[in-house]
C-alpha cells in the first residue's frame, strides 16, 4: 500500500510541475506577445479613471518599463488563438475603460457644481447681515417677504 501512496504521490507532483510549466510557459508566450504592451497601457488606462496620485505615479513607472520590455521582445504573430485573446482582452479593457468613465465624469460633474453653489451661498451669507442662530435666519427670511432659499436634495439629485 505505501509503495503505491508513494507513487501517487509522485505522479501528483510531476502533473504539479507540469501544470506550474506549462503556466510559465504561458505568462512568457503573453509577455513577449507584440500586443502585450497595448493590453498593459489599456488596463493602466482603466485603473486611471478615477485613481489617485500615487496610482497614476505607478502606472507612469509600469509604462516605462513596458517600452523597455517593447524593444527586446521577439515576434509571436502566428499564434492565432493566443493573437485573437490578446485582442480580444485589450478590446474588453476599452470598453470597461468607456463605461467607468461616463458615471465618473458625472459624478466629478455634480461633485463641482455642488461645491460651487456652497461656495456661492458662503458668499452670499458673508455679505448679508443676517442673524447668526438658523431659526431666526428662518424667521427673518419669510416675514420680510423674501425668497425663501433653495435647497439641495443631495440624495434625491440624478448623477
Given at each position: 500500500?505505501?509503495?503505491?501512496?508513494?507513487?501517487?504521490?509522485?505522479?501528483?507532483?510531476?502533473?504539479?510541475?507540469?501544470?506550474?510549466?506549462?503556466?510559465?510557459?504561458?505568462?512568457?508566450?503573453i509577455s513577449?506577445?507584440?500586443?502585450?504592451?497595448?493590453?498593459?497601457?489599456?488596463?493602466l488606462d482603466?485603473?486611471?479613471?478615477?485613481?489617485?496620485?500615487?496610482?497614476?505615479?505607478?502606472?507612469?513607472?509600469?509604462?516605462?518599463?513596458?517600452?523597455?520590455?517593447?524593444?527586446?521582445?521577439?515576434?509571436?504573430?502566428?499564434?492565432?488563438?493566443?493573437?485573437?485573446?490578446?485582442?480580444?482582452?485589450?478590446?474588453?479593457?476599452?470598453?470597461?475603460?468607456?463605461?467607468?468613465?461616463?458615471?465618473?465624469?458625472?459624478?466629478?460633474?455634480?461633485?463641482?457644481?455642488?461645491?460651487?453653489?456652497?461656495?456661492?451661498?458662503?458668499?452670499?451669507?458673508?455679505?448679508?447681515?443676517?442673524?447668526?442662530?438658523?431659526?431666526?435666519?428662518?424667521?427673518?427670511?419669510?416675514?420680510?417677504g423674501e425668497?425663501?432659499?433653495?435647497?439641495?436634495?443631495?440624495?434625491?439629485?440624478?448623477?
Amino acid at each position: 500500500m505505501e509503495a503505491f501512496t508513494g507513487s501517487y504521490k509522485e505522479k501528483e507532483n510531476q502533473e504539479e510541475n507540469q501544470d506550474n510549466h506549462h503556466h510559465e510557459l504561458l505568462k512568457t508566450r503573453i509577455s513577449s506577445h507584440p500586443l502585450y504592451g497595448l493590453l498593459v497601457e489599456t488596463h493602466l488606462d482603466c485603473l486611471k479613471v478615477g485613481g489617485n496620485e500615487d496610482d497614476l505615479e505607478e502606472s507612469d513607472a509600469l509604462r516605462d518599463y513596458m517600452k523597455q520590455l517593447d524593444n527586446h521582445k521577439t515576434s509571436t504573430l502566428g499564434e492565432s488563438e493566443l493573437d485573437h485573446f490578446m485582442e480580444a482582452y485589450c478590446l474588453a479593457l476599452r470598453k470597461l475603460k468607456e463605461a467607468m468613465e461616463e458615471p465618473h465624469q458625472k459624478s466629478m460633474t455634480f461633485i463641482t457644481n455642488m461645491h460651487h453653489q456652497l461656495k456661492e451661498l458662503t458668499a452670499t451669507r458673508s455679505h448679508l447681515d443676517l442673524p447668526e442662530s438658523p431659526a431666526s435666519f428662518h424667521h427673518h427670511r419669510h416675514t420680510s417677504g423674501e425668497r425663501k432659499p433653495e435647497m439641495i436634495d443631495c440624495a434625491r439629485r440624478s448623477i
